[in-house]
Structures are given as structure tokens and as C-alpha cells.
């Protein structure tokens, strides 16, 4: 029996509609086919990676010949608890905590004035200059930076004016902190660090502030609370997620930088800069893979505390 023309356009809709009735009638095998290909880019490229370094980490490294023996051993490990690998991982925690509360300290009133108080242009304004920064190069901000805090630089001509160089000096004169001036010393560095992850604590605070409910401090007002004991028993507790929230993007970036520990500040190595230093100029690739877990293992275990904070709620 010969097909007609008409039939032959509803032929593809027939079968459309077939499958359109099968999947709905199915719609679990759609959710898994719909998410098939990113779970298999996700367990390839990203787990695949993380197995590979994992296992890198526990092979033996000969210093004599610069090869890589497969063979399953714990020295790496052992390795980073030397006085040298601990002062490196110390140094890069204690610096990523210092950034953190740092930009806790920023991000959360100015955020609050935002969400609370600025209004129209003002509020517009305020955002696009904290987000204006993401728009440029990264590497052109930290160089910048190293020009603003030379020794020659902005900074130091602007404090000169002042009258308070001696001041600098005296901060630069601290031992562990300081150093010739602010583009070579810890204090530098965390200026700059700051500076760089400030937007990532600044947006979840901010998204947290506007989600709060001014019916929530209404009624605690009418309760009889004072505006202060409004902030510390409402305000922060609901607002605190988004705190921590970004606290895991600043503590994180700073875990694993390595451009702004090169470029500003001294000699004394980060954690970033140990595994660049290790895979690639000594060509140890087991112990710079051992180094990059260390940071692996500690943002987990944050994440396991974000998460028991309500982080999450918060991203």
C-alpha cells in the first residue's frame, strides 16, 4: 500500500509522540539520560583526576635517577611533617584565616548598609564597585597592587604626606610581618589577598541580608529589643550562613594561590608555591601531589563545618 504525502508529514509526529508518551510515562530514565553525559564528565575528568593524584602521592620518588617509582609507600607523607613542609602548611593556614576574618570584617557592614540603608544610585553604586573589580585581569590587579605598595609607591608617598612614615616603619620593622616595604612582606600580601577575595564574601552576605525578613525585625522590635540586641540574637545568627558560605570561597583561594605569594611578599613559601616548586623545578611529583592534598583534606573538613552551619542554604 502506497504511502500518501500527508501521511508522510505525520509519520516524525507519530514517532515524536511515541517517544514524548514513553519518557513521560518514564521519568526516571529521563532524569538519568538528561544527566548521563555530566555525570561522566564529572566521575571522568574531575574524580578521575583527584584518584590520579591521589595515587601519585603514595609513589616513590628516586632522587638519584629523578624517576617515579610505582611502588605504594607513606615516606611523601611523612615527608610534609619535617619542620620545613610544617612551617609552609602552618604559614598558608594561618594566612587564608587572616583573609577570612578580614573580609568578614569588610564584606558584612558594608553589605548591611547596602541591603539596609543605601537606596536607588547610592546602592547601585556601592555593588558595581565592589563586582567592578571581577571585571579585570587577575594578574593586572595583583601587579597593581605590588606597584602600590612598593617602596616608591602611592601608598608610601600618601603616608609620607601624612607624617606617618615612621609609623610604616615601625609596621615594617615587625618580625614575621614586615619587611623593606609593603610589596615584599606578609602584611603586603595580606592586604592584597583581602583585597582579591573580598566580592566572593561580600555577595553571599549579601544574599543572606536580602532574603532576611524585615517582618522578623519588626516583631523584634515590638518585643521590646533594643536595635543591638535585634542584631546579635536575629540579624547575625540568620545571617551567619552567608558568612561562613564565603568563608569557604576566601579560605579556599587562598589555600591554593600561588600567584600573589610570588608576586608579593618574601621569600617564604605557600602551599601553591611548594607544589609548583616541587613538580616542577625538583621534578617530585609524588611529594607535590602529597603537598596538594594537604589542602584537599583541610577544605574538607570545613566543608563538613560549613555544612553544619547551613552554609549551603546560603550559595
Do not use: C
Not at 69 to 95: Q, V
Not at 133 to 148: D, E, F, H, Q
Not at 258 to 287: D, E, H
Amino acid at each position: 500500500m502506497a504511502v500518501t504525502p500527508a501521511a508522510r508529514g505525520t509519520l516524525p509526529d507519530s514517532i515524536g509522540k511515541k517517544f514524548s508518551r514513553f519518557f513521560h510515562a518514564h521519568p526516571g530514565l529521563s532524569i538519568f539520560l538528561l544527566l548521563l553525559l555530566p555525570f561522566l564528565w564529572l566521575g571522568v575528568v574531575y574524580f578521575g583526576s583527584l584518584g590520579a593524584l591521589i595515587l601519585q602521592s603514595v609513589f616513590q620518588y628516586d632522587s638519584y635517577s629523578g624517576r617515579v617509582i610505582h611502588i605504594i609507600t607513606g615516606e611523601n607523607y611523612i615527608e610534609l611533617l619535617s619542620p620545613s613542609n610544617l612551617d609552609i602548611i602552618l604559614r598558608t593556614a594561618s594566612m587564608a584565616a587572616a583573609v577570612t576574618l578580614a573580609d568578614a570584617i569588610v564584606a558584612f557592614p558594608l553589605a548591611y548598609y547596602v541591603v539596609r540603608y543605601a537606596k536607588g544610585r547610592v546602592k547601585a553604586l556601592l555593588y558595581l564597585a565592589v563586582l567592578l573589580p571581577l571585571w579585570s585581569s587577575y594578574i593586572v590587579r595583583v601587579y597593581a597592587w605590588k606597584l602600590i605598595l612598593a617602596k616608591e609607591g602611592i601608598l608610601s608617598w600618601f603616608m609620607a604626606q601624612l607624617g606617618m612614615t615612621s609609623l610604616l616603619d615601625k609596621v615594617l620593622s615587625f618580625p614575621g610581618i614586615g619587611g623593606p616595604s609593603l610589596s615584599t612582606s606578609m602584611i603586603g600580601m595580606w592586604i592584597v589577598f583581602v583585597y582579591i577575595w573580598l566580592p566572593y564574601m561580600y555577595l553571599p552576605i549579601h544574599a543572606s541580608l536580602e532574603r532576611l525578613s524585615t517582618s522578623m525585625l519588626e516583631a523584634s522590635a515590638d518585643l521590646g529589643a533594643r536595635p543591638a540586641s535585634t542584631f546579635w540574637r536575629v540579624t547575625l545568627p540568620l545571617v551567619m550562613p552567608g558568612v561562613v558560605a564565603g568563608s569557604i570561597f576566601t579560605f579556599s583561594l587562598t589555600m591554593g594561590d600561588f600567584i600573589i605569594p610570588g608576586t608579593i611578599g618574601n621569600s617564604s613559601l605557600f602551599i601553591g608555591q611548594a607544589v609548583l616548586r616541587y613538580q616542577g623545578t625538583a621534578g617530585n611529583i609524588p611529594l607535590a601531589a602529597a603537598m596538594t592534598v594537604v589542602p584537599m583534606v583541610v577544605m574538607a573538613l570545613y566543608l563538613v563545618l560549613a555544612r553544619s552551619r547551613g552554609a549551603f542554604d546560603a550559595l
